[in-house]
DNA sequence: GTATTTCTTTGCGTATGCATTAAATAATCA
DNA sequence: TGATTATTTAATGCATACGCAAAGAAATAC
């Protein structure tokens, strides 16, 4: 009911992002707009527009007469991006301690560590992912900083394709809920120094973890 | 002679940029597509592709029938920018300083902060702020994360139309620049641990300023 | 056989026009 | 009069058209 009709530019955006996630339009790959609009079934316009945001949010570039290729990630790109996460994130997680939510206000951090320990215990890597994804853009709206919301929004965007190769590539994360649990603790105990601290390992530990993961599989590019 | 002609959607966003930062534009006004157009005297196509660049790194907004709005900075707004440049900058002044670089290449770093020294002898603030942004735009650049670059432009960028307005009301930053010694220093003789901490207290130190400036002013809005 | 020039193709950048739809205004009714 | 609905207005979203410039193909010269 609520439904608006959604532009075609809206559509385009959306529509290509989960291309691009479901690897339909694989990294690496050169598209011509005229291409995407036909795939799309709309007029260049409204494409070019949504590439245009695409681009800015650094899912694809736009090459002139070489077509739109979709960015591809490097192992170095991805340190890159984990270390933009581990210091907003670390930040985030330092001001919701500062906040003083009461339980109640936390509830959706617990909801996802749970569902991350029953996935973990069924071996649903999916719903895993999908948990720890919950905890993350929770954890960075409690820190009250919308600019961190965005641009932690688009690192895990960029992250998002490369994770469904790496995540049937490692063991089970099992040891990472623990670390889940302590920023959880400290943000409870109003504890900002350790909310900051323990997730600042966290993230570094899972950094480590995923280049380790690349180098070991060779995988220059995702 | 490596002159492009420049598209005029390039043109767009540059000359659209320099009109909000010299306040043509001012901040909270609001624009047709058509008038802009006019303005730049080309047609609205080129001019929504800027938009729509320009409205992604957080300049203004589109809304729908309303125009193209100018974003107002409240001192929220300035704080959450601060705390990400404050993130992101001391991550780059510890990466740099793992790096190791040599005098050499940290020659830009000494200019820059020779020239604030200058700036401030003679009572030039806007050589100065030219200047002190050459040292933050350098010294991110040595951190080496490319995404930490292109965040911290963005961030800077916002920010940059408000200083014209809180440069000049408070007093010469002479203090500011034994900060900037100490980050350098720091990096020179590769102290990651102290790279890191001088630059976040130098950035949540200007934080305070800024905040405590707005405050005392009663400025709502820039 | 290679190098250089000309020709052809084709993708993009921009302008333009039209349909849609949200806002504003007028009109109608309780 | 106040509220509600119809009407008008006009800005946007999108499709389309066109010219330019770049990449590639063909042709010519060497």
Redesign the pocket.
């Given at each position: 009911m609520t439904d608006?009709?959604?532009?075609?530019?809206?559509?385009?955006i959306n529509e290509l992002r989960a291309k691009i996630f479901s690897g339909e339009l694989a990294a690496g790959s050169d598209?011509?707009?005229?291409?995407l609009?036909d795939l799309l079934?709309?007029?260049?316009?409204?494409?070019?527009?949504a590439v245009l945001t695409l681009e800015s949010q650094g899912l694809l570039e736009?090459?002139?007469?070489?077509?739109?290729r979709i960015l591809p990630l490097s192992p170095e790109d991805m340190g890159e991006i984990y270390d933009v996460l581990t210091e907003l994130e670390s930040h985030a997680a330092e001001r919701a301690a500062l906040v003083g939510y009461d339980a109640g206000s936390l509830s959706m951090l617990v909801k996802a560590i749970d569902d991350m320990d029953t996935a973990i215990a069924v071996s649903d890597l999916d719903a895993w992912a999908e948990a720890d994804d919950r905890f993350h853009t929770e954890l960075v709206r409690l820190g009250g900083n919308s600019r961190v919301v965005s641009i932690v929004n688009m690192m895990s965007d960029q992250v998002r394709r490369a994770r469904t190769t790496t995540l049937f590539m490692r063991p089970l994360p099992t040891k990472s809920n623990q670390d889940h649990r302590d920023v959880y603790q400290a943000i409870r105990d109003g504890d900002a120094k350790a909310a900051r601290k323990s997730h600042r390992l966290h993230r570094q530990h899972a950094k480590a973890i995923l280049v380790d993961l690349l180098a070991k599989h060779r995988l220059r590019f995702l």
């Open positions: 608006r009709p959604l532009s075609s530019s809206q559509r385009a598209h011509l707009e005229s291409e609009a079934a709309m007029s260049r316009t409204p494409v070019r527009e736009m090459r002139p007469r070489k077509g739109v």
